[in-house]
């Protein structure tokens, strides 16, 4: 598990996006990056464009760890297809997304803490794996005892996204169907993620 001593928010301002669109974002009121020369506007290198890339889309993910990270990348280029896709249905199958993306939970890292503390079901089958690959078709359903929590309950109600076409999602039962694999422009990221990058990071 991926351990976040900071501000899970503070991550805005450093890769200066509002990277999970939310309105408490302090990007929204300073949007510029931290520290004493944060508001220097330095035309980044190939190198750090390609960086900040690979940091948003590991961070998207709730700050995947960096040895996991590389490790979607490695079997990105091994599958068939574009590889920048693939890297983007690796992390978009990760069950912690799965749960965020079906409103579940009100941030991927809620996500993630409901997974570990064992309120998951994948097709009746209990799951505290958040990097669990979930496959076209599982169910996915919280136990009945999550399904009780305000802090999912309010999830459920937030106006901020919507659940993506590619699943279907019945939140008075808290139940959910993943039909499918996305594709890139599928992906309802609030702001712009460049894949292609990361790939370019990696093969360096």
């Known amino acids: 598990m991926t351990k976040r001593l900071e501000s899970k928010h503070k991550i805005d301002r450093r890769l200066g996006v509002n990277l999970w669109g939310r309105a408490k974002s302090p990007l929204n009121r300073r949007d510029y990056r931290p520290g004493q020369h944060g508001q220097r506007r330095a035309k980044p290198s190939d190198y750090g464009t390609q960086l900040l ?46 749960i965020y993306r079906m409103k579940f939970a009100i941030t991927v890292f809620a996500a993630r803490q409901l997974v570990n503390h064992g309120h998951v079901l994948v097709n009746g089958k209990r799951v505290n794996i958040p990097s669990y690959q979930v496959r076209e078709n599982d169910v996915i359903e919280l136990r009945e005892r999550a399904r009780k929590m305000t802090v999912i309950l309010l999830a459920a109600e937030l106006g901020e996204r919507d659940v993506p076409d ?11 169907t993943f039909l499918r694999t996305p594709k890139l422009e599928e992906v309802p990221y609030p702001v712009q993620m460049e894949p292609n990058l990361v790939i370019e990071y990696y093969s360096r």
Do not use: P, T, W
């Open 53 to 98: 890339a690979k940091q948003r889309l590991r961070g998207y993910y709730g700050n995947v760890g960096e040895r996991q990270f590389h490790r979607y990348y490695e079997e990105a280029i091994r599958r068939k297809g574009d590889s920048s896709e693939n890297m983007v249905q690796l992390l978009e199958r990760r069950l912690d997304a799965v």
């Open 166 to 176: 590619y699943m279907n999602v019945d939140h008075k039962a808290m139940k959910g």
